[in-house]
């Protein structure tokens, strides 16, 4: 008879909430009883207010319960759940729960289903299919599914992945490298540290295929200092794919050579952007490199580099497997595939929510994710960061999409969105926009750094009244000259929070005028 096998998560956010204590008190209550189990560690599936979702693996599928404290366990054990009986907590067949259900999930598929650090697990759910793919078609046709795939940067930018990649494999070099970003450093963000916490295979999956495509042989994964526990599974995943041929000079026997290791950073949000991430990978301050060269023809260590977000890495893999015909079909216009959307703030259902392009934004705030925690009527998202847009609910018809955002003036990002209800002073967010940007910027450029301190100075005389149409005169052309001026995204960025609270939310400014904004 096989063994029980119940599933508690073994993530940033559930231990947060009280996992080890839950996986603790299982262990030594069915140790108390004489109850074999296999209590397995997985990662979260992205339902976070129901962390710590204990599941138990049932004939009909597994079924959860949660949120599950440690107290709720003896309660839970006489309730009868090894079988998957009914109690207060349980949430029935966790495949079922609308949240999940409504998802497309593809680079997500295996997130909260396996054990992160099995081998077997990955490759019995479709893991090293891809890669398995890549090394029979080979280089040129690896670069040129993923072109047609239309994968974009997950990371901001949107940049199309394919014309990278052709670009790396294109410029001949004695050593090339593939530099994957997971500084992820945006408010509300955590779809990379959920892949390196529940799936970190599909990274190296991705990671290795990229090496394969371009002829790169060395990988490095950039993580950010905050990310302890990400650091810890995805350095064990890296040994046990190396221990199994997955990484090294041959890789699958294939003849192809890649290993990879992980960097941590030290905190700098300039330090997503990809030079400034660069720099501090070469063990320098993390500066902004003006462009050209272009990291694909002199990246790290003046090595042709592709540097891809984590999000976009982690694709890889199922374009690979199933085509990229059919990751294509998924979308709308340039924006094709799946985002995994991050719902945080003030939201009911925060988590993560992967979908195709094209939802609507209200959709995703009022029906997936519930409305506001507080119920109060929501009163703005700001999607994109702490330098995206703040968006009103006029606004809530706009389609997820790179282009249907840029429309409106905001950004779609690292897929972050942040909810706030009517009592947020949007005067105060544009103020904090500006004091983000000088403490964050570089110090390399003028625009971004005595810009964003005069902006705070600007907004601070806005809101005291003082000589208000003057002020926001001058905040308005500050703002035109940080965004046109600036050397890289973080200066060029900060005016969409502050032009997009002051066009919107007049009133909080002392009911100023409307001022003048790109067509919304």
Known sequence: MNSIRIYVPNDATAIACGADRVARAL??????RGIAADIVRNGSRGLFWLEPLVEVETPAGRVGYGP????????????GLLEGQPHALCVGLVEEIPYLKKQTRLTFARCGIIDPLSLDDYKAHGGYRGLAKAAEIGPAATVEEVFQSGLRGRGGAGFPTGIKWRTVAATPADQKYIVCNADEGDSGTFADRLIMEADPFCLIEGMTIAGLAVGATKGYVYCRSEYPLSLDVMNKAIEIARRAGLLGDNVMGSGYAFDMEMRMGAGAYVCGEETALLESLEGKRGVVRAKPPLPAIKGLFQRPTVINNLISLATVPVILDKGGAFYRDFGMGRSR????????????????FETAFGISLGELVNEIGGGTASGRPVKAVQAGGPLGAYMPVSQFDTPFDYEAFAAKDALIGHGGIVVFDDTVDMAH??????????????????????GSTRGKETLDKIMAGERREANLAILTDLCQTMKLGSLCALGGFTPYPVMSALTHFPEDFGAAPKLPMAAE
């Open 27 to 32: 262990s030594e209550a069915l140790a108390a």
């Open 68 to 79: 599950v404290k440690a107290s709720d366990v003896p309660s839970l054990l006489e309730s």
């Open 337 to 352: 595939g799946t985002m995994p959307i991050q719902l945080a703030g003030n939201i009911r259902f925060g988590g993560l």
């Open 429 to 450: 967010m544009a103020r904090f926009a500006m004091e983000f940007c000088a403490h964050e910027s570089c110090g390399k450029c003028t625009p971004c750094r005595i």
